[in-house]
């Protein structure tokens, strides 16, 4: 088993930045990318709000563009999950497609996947109408009917978000309450913009080249009913991509790493960036900043052993 100086987990823009900035550093990373390179953005289509573009640019593209860069100055990619980690001793180990690589130095920058609903319709619509994003995609629904799908503090916050711009916030919950703090709750009750189906769920989400309308069943009767909307958010929570770190990275009750001083973790020399540590701003420019942080902060890591050595 050969050892890297350094592999970063995950091809997203968290990733890929680690990867642009270590590799210009001349630490040749290896990059497992996992079997989605490019991370979330290849589920959008416009990215209207990333720094650089004034007139938007498609999501694939931005993170295609990422990857070429890093590859650009030396960085190698590995298209396999990593299912095992033993940060235990030196080096550093990591499994990933039955192959154990070691390392002296690791980024995890795994990502988190949004929770869908489970419904055949939703995936042939994501990006056409179906969003798991109201901060990244609300803008887009100036004027229009939206569908909000949840009950947490996420989805509250989100349907106040989706006001600024939509006609109508119609919040579908599965529950006759939510389990949101009560302080957003009111706010979401007095919200003339905000209508909301209790004891429903939707069924199908139906369009042809984009969402047009959703069924809507009642648990309690099994009533269904079609209503038009030109979008549905999905706001029912995320999952952090960290099973392979339990156990070795402390990991809050909802799975995500939890850093310390932003990038560092608690085990030394190896690093967090991106979604798989942030629940909270989720954005692709966010994920970039903490995916430099960890790289320059992998850098004095690894200068640190050569000037030991
Ligand atoms: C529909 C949608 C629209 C969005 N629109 C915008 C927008 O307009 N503007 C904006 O700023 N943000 C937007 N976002 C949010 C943005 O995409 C994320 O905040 C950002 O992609 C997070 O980057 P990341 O690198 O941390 O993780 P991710 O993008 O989640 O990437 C995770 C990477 O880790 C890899 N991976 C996962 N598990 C493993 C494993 N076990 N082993 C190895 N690799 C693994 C994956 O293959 C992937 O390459 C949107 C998100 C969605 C879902």
């Known amino acids: 088993m050969a050892t890297e100086k350094l592999i970063i987990l995950g091809g997203g823009p968290a990733g890929l930045s680690a990867a642009i900035y270590a590799s210009r550093e001349n630490f040749n990373p290896l990059v497992i990318e996992g079997y989605s390179p490019g991370g979330q953005l290849l589920l959008t289509t416009t990215v209207e709000n990333y720094p650089g573009f004034p007139e938007g640019v498609q999501g694939p593209d931005l993170v295609s563009d990422m990857r070429k860069q890093a590859r650009r100055f030396g960085a190698r990619f590995v ?43 939703e995936a042939r619509f994501v990006g056409k109408g179906v969003s798991t994003c109201a901060t990244c995609d609300g803008a887009f629904y100036k004027a229009k009917q939206v569908v909000l799908v949840g009950g947490g503090d996420t989805a509250m916050e989100d349907a106040l978000f989706l006001t600024r711009f939509a006609a109508m916030v119609t919040i579908v919950h599965r529950r006759d309450s939510f389990r949101a703090s009560k302080v957003m709750q009111d706010r979401v009750k007095a919200s003339s913009r905000i209508k909301i189906l209790w004891n429903t769920v939707v069924e199908e989400i139906k369009g042809d080249q984009k969402v047009s309308s959703v069924m809507l069943r009642n648990v309690l009767n099994g009533q269904i009913n079609e209503m038009n909307t030109d979008g549905v958010f999905i706001a029912i929570g995320y999952s952090p991509n960290t099973a392979p770190f339990k156990g070795s990275l402390a990991v809050d009750e909802n799975g995500y790493i939890v850093p310390r001083d932003e990038v560092y973790t608690n085990i030394k020399g190896v690093f967090v960036a991106g979604d798989v540590a942030d629940h909270v701003f989720r954005q692709a420019a966010t994920a970039v900043g903490s995916g430099v942080k960890a790289a320059l902060a992998a850098r004095e890591y690894l200068l640190g052993l050569e000037y030991e050595k």
Do not use: H, W
């Open 79 to 121: 298209q396999e999950n990593v299912t095992d980690v033993d940060f235990g001793a030196r080096p550093l180990k990591v499994t990933a497609g039955g192959k154990q690589y070691g390392a002296e130095c690791v980024i995890v920058a795994t990502g988190a996947n949004a929770k869908m609903l489970g419904i055949d319709s």
